[in-house]
């Protein structure tokens, strides 16, 4: 009997994760823990980087069977062996690749932003159009490297666009097996926007021009709000169809909120369902960074070159904002404070925050939170065309 | 694909979108105001006035029949100054409206039901 | 390199929807935007208007690749095709499809319904029975024009039933093709009712009728509720089983509510849940309703004749209702008002004021509002047994 | 099958069904009446007691041990009144009950822990 | 005509549930309608048992059609089928059958557990631990039997984990087949709990160990509080990894309750996220205990057994948690109350709760309830432990 | 495999597993704690102490500058009171502690700018 007990023993120790782990599995613990301690004690887009985190965590703990990476290699998907075979997060996960979850994220990102400010000063939207140079600027650079197929560099292009449903939608979509590092390294830069924007936005413009105070924006009537949903998610579908995901859900939230007809589908949207949506996403997401990535040959390359390269999309991203703000400063006759061109990177509420922020230190009087709201919603608008754009000629 | 021409044709088509944005927006914006400042179209021209000439609540003496009562603007207050993190010293509440019904229809119909079978 | 710029427009161009729009995806975004404007400015039953129209507008936006009707015309259905090549909405479309939605919000409206005035007056169930010839006379009428099948006929008759998740939830069993248009029109004569009903109502009645003063409902004890749903649900389950999905879900949510224990469950049923499944409901039943639908020879016409069976299915239950009100005023001697027969076609709560308000213009002493409710809320049970018959003869 | 027997079926299993439901209403009402009247039922004629003989809280002059006080309830009356989208005048808060704990039982646990660890 | 009429009745009747109910229908709803009362009329976990009850009694009501048992005994199972020709329950139940609920509830069990008192006193997991012995010894008064297969025996020994979710999660991979009467035995006595302890309790302790007073804990630092989920969670799956659903998500949604940076995600894990679980997951146990299954030779008799061997189970862990509790007492020279030991069987916070009743009695003084929270929320990982166990030596 | 053997090698492994965690948990804990007492160390100490030293509010008798209204704390006890199903006689709201924000981020920036918008 003592033979059977320790032949048992043996058999569950052979099973478990002590005897199962890896230098790799290791290593990606402790990244997923520096992660959460980033999320935790530094505050870095804890929303999404707890979950994020975690599901790296959890990916990485030998055996636990909760992620299965090989069963979404298969070309086409097995979706019956998935069902068979997957584990808890690759049930969930199913969501990240049907692309479910991210227009849902849209569609309380829609129902929790107002876009008045835009209405009210329109000439935003070039602000949210020209930091997109970020994505597209990017994209030149990552396939300079050679490292990277059109569609992996697309994808990690739109790590510039500051936002992080968008990289998961287009991730997913064009070069799932880079998901897990895209979406951490465009969470982790979207939180550090307080960091990497002021010294750009300072090195690019003049104390002058920095103090510039805008004058008050014009109240925006209701029915103005209830018309700009509608009339941008027709525009942009017309325009590039396979947007119709995102910013068909981003306007049909925004019409929840402003239609004021809707209260509890608004409070849904904005509440329950965004957040359960965001569980799953960030769980599943971070579980595709698992040990095993990591030992395919030049993955932990590209994961550098991604970290590299994702901080050169925000930086391309702030600086083309900030320039075309100076190059509406002087069309205006010194109107625009080009502080706010750098929140078009989108990073709402933060980019806008670090315009009010800068502008403020050169002018104690200046408030430009408001103005700069404007081009930090358009920045959402703009990428998500952006990402339809990369998808079309791509995907 | 060049990735030269990707980015030229993403950024056109990026900015050609939101341009097209800009000029209904700025089209419609026109029309409704000047739709507004006519004095026989009220329908939409309310809301705006609504928004515009928006009166401090404070200079309403007289409560009208479907005001607010006092005690209820003291809760309202308190409470919104424990959103906004600081004490009221910063700001006071300067207007309150009354916005539409957010509860679904069948409970509110239920708790006036329940009132009127308490009458 | 410009010969390749303008390449890459031109084929940009190519899959845009302005180079693919048609007159018929003009003809259905106008109407959805009509259906938008009915909602948002004249507050039709926005809740579920809302998502509807603007699924509506996003399935007739083209090549947005959000809904794919042909997936879902083949017989048997291939669910692999459809999560292989399906968009947004036809994954969230299978939840109508399984008939997972409809019961979802019976179970929250369930747990929004108070029984209790029809507990008191159990004969109220007759005029929720009563109106339910809505249901049955459109069929006939349906019929009669030779332009739909039996199953055809029976989804538009329950337009009568004045209510909008079992008439989906039907029409998608019986003739999924009329989804779109049958959704609207139910849901747009629900919002009509304060319109339709009063000069039916008066026309079917005297003054001396109408003044009369229903005598106060005794109170109903905890027991008694919560023994309702119980009793209901194993009734009409036992007599038309096909039923259970709407009347178990039903029953369910009210013992929820009546039960006392379960406090938690009942908020999410009547709040996360049903909202969740709303916005997913709407949209997708609204982008059944596309303009590939419209070029289908005879679908127009389909469409027109909907619309109009449908306002007199609206008409026939009402009159049926007050009609059966006026047997019972006769033999009650008097002490029944037929009034709150018209109140039986369901529209929770909206049947039930009309009847209110028409009463207290005979009287103004009068206040019929709780004796109307009675048989408001039988409607809902009568047009969900009245789907289940429909169900098992055509189905 | 001819649509008019469909209808002439449909309209006959619908009267049945909800017949049948009246009667067992009917039954279950009176019995559930009857055992409430006999004094040695206590169970559930004590709820149905609450339900009929309900007085408005406006009478208990003494507060009993387990009340609501004046300041909640002034504070819900607020709410009431901001609910019905009409100042107080119409219609004042005559009976406030205690329902049942809606939260779940952990926190209030978790809560009462909270509370007995800073005693 | 009035023979068409007839002869459509007569179909109509010969498809009603009436004419299809079989005595075994009978004595199902009859006991569904029991464990109703229980959960309503003595609230005996209404939570669970409602949703039970109700989806036992739908399942029972004949050619309702919600629940097809015959679908779910295919090997392996043809998802196809289910998609095909499942009714509602049919397809909620996908959500047990993929093991997807069991972990949800538990990230919302994790999110709203304070294992505050567990840190403070780290030895309770020892008691936690004992507890245990309540489901390894069942095993083996199940296997002795010789009426069920080891996967069974290992599915009804969970029982005495006192742990709904983690038996539910437990029996549906190991013992499908038994889902419903074991789910039913398990929320039946962890809301006994209060009957069943405190015999076993006093028999088991003297006055004197009962009046032991406790020193209070020491106050623990949020760091601590923090750490605890992340290193309970590496831990365990390093040791079990079978049991990382359940404790992934255990400490997923401890970490978002003590992290304070999610405060939307832990709000909408243990509210509309756990309740609408908890909806699907009762709704589709309690029906998969249909009368089709009571028909199956032996198994009303193993449905006996699982009454009384679930009973035993809770016993044996009650007893072995105060005598462990015991040996605590004299290993620390009086300072541990045994009483304490007892609530090492989860069924969270009720053991607690009765822990601090019987150490009341016999010390008015006397306040355990702290104390015994720390056993308490040990057990629930104690028993996931075990699950993990089970599942990794029988599975 | 023979039941026994399950349950043996069963409860083994749960002990082991088990225990595992009493050791992390007193290593961390004791680490913790004595970097906490350290002067030089500041992140976490605070954190500590404001678990350990929580002086009653009511002590403080000067208002912060980010501190609590009096009526706010009125509304609070009066919540509080109901919450806990019984008068406010058993005990007094002793600490009032912020917690931080948790309202969606974007919404607290949209009520901010709405309020700035009205200055
Ligand atoms: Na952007
Ligand atoms: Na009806
Ligand atoms: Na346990």
Redesign the interface.
């Known amino acids: 009997m003592w033979y059977d007990f320790t032949n048992a023993i043996k058999a569950l120790a052979a099973e478990s994760g002590f005897a199962n782990i890896t230098l790799l599995h290791l290593i990606m613990i402790v990244l997923a823990l520096f992660f959460l301690y980033l999320a935790i004690a530094k505050k870095y887009e804890p929303l999404l980087l707890v979950p994020i985190a975690f599901g790296m965590l959890l990916a990485n703990l030998p055996l636990g069977g909760l992620m299965h990476p090989e069963l979404w290699d298969a070309q086409p998907l097995d979706y019956g062996a998935i069902l068979h075979n997957g584990g808890l997060l690759d049930l969930l996960y199913l969501g990240v690749k049907l692309g479910i979850y991210p227009p849902l994220i849209f569609l309380g990102i829609g129902a929790m932003t107002d876009f008045g400010p835009l209405i009210a000063n329109p000439k935003s939207l070039l602000l949210g159009a020209a930091a997109q140079f970020g994505i597209f600027g990017t994209y030149i650079g990552a396939m300079a490297f050679g490292a990277f197929t059109p569609q992996q560099a697309g994808s990690i292009a739109i790590i510039g666009g500051a936002d992080g449903p968008t990289a998961i939608w287009l991730t997913s979509k064009l070069a799932p097996e880079l998901l897990g590092p895209i979406a951490l390294a465009a969470y982790s830069y979207m939180a550090l926007v307080p960091v990497i924007q002021p010294p750009i936005m300072k090195a690019l413009t003049t104390k002058k021009e920095r103090e510039v105070i805008m004058k008050q924006l014009r109240p925006v009537s209701k029915l103005e709000k209830i018309l700009f949903p509608i009339v941008v998610c027709v525009l942009v579908i017309l325009i590039i169809p396979s947007s119709a995901p995102l910013v068909g859900m981003l306007m049909l939230g925004n019409l929840f909120r402003e239609s004021g007809v809707v209260e509890r589908l608004n409070d849904t949207a904005q509440n329950a369902l965004i957040n359960i949506v965001t569980i799953f996403l960030g769980l599943t997401v971070g579980s595709t960074a698992s040990a095993d990535k990591l030992s395919q040959p030049g993955f932990g390359i590209q994961a550098l070159l991604i970290i590299g390269l994702g901080l050169v999309a925000f930086c391309i991203g702030t600086a083309s904002g900030v320039l075309f703000g100076k190059l509406m400063y002087i069309f205006s006759g010194g109107k625009i404070n080009p502080l706010i061109g750098s929140a078009g990177v989108s990073a709402v509420p933060m980019a806008a925050r670090v315009s009010q922020k800068v502008g403020q230190e050169a002018n104690p009087q200046n408030f430009l939170l408001m103005h700069a709201m404007g081009p930090n919603v358009a920045g959402v608008i703009g990428s998500a065309v952006a990402a339809g754009v990369l998808l079309s000629m791509l995907g | 694909?060049?990735?030269?021409?990707?980015?030229?044709?993403?950024?056109?088509?990026?900015?050609?979108?939101?341009?097209?944005?800009?000029l209904?927006?700025?089209i419609?914006?026109r029309l409704?105001?000047i739709k507004?400042q006519k004095p026989n179209n009220h329908?939409?021209s309310s809301?705006?006035q609504n928004?515009?000439v928006?009166k401090p609540a404070s200079e309403n003496n007289a409560?009208p029949?479907?005001?607010?009562?006092p005690?209820?603007l003291?809760?309202i207050?308190?409470?919104v100054?424990?959103?906004?993190?600081?004490?009221?010293t910063g700001?006071t509440v300067?207007?309150i409206k009354?916005?539409?019904?957010?509860?679904?229809?069948?409970?509110?119909?239920?708790?006036?039901?329940y009132?009127?079978?308490?009458?």
Chains 1, 3, 5 share one sequence.
């Open positions: 694909m060049n990735s030269l021409i990707v980015t030229l044709v993403g950024m056109f088509v990026v900015f050609c979108a939101l341009l097209l944005i800009i209904c927006i700025v419609y914006s409704i105001r507004a329908e939409y809301v705006k928004n515009n928006q409560l029949a479907d005001s607010i009562s005690e209820l003291a809760v207050t308190a409470a100054s424990a959103c906004m993190q600081s004490t009221n700001y300067r207007s009354r916005i539409g019904h957010t509860t679904p229809i069948w409970n509110v119909a239920g708790r006036n039901e009132i009127l079978s308490k009458l």
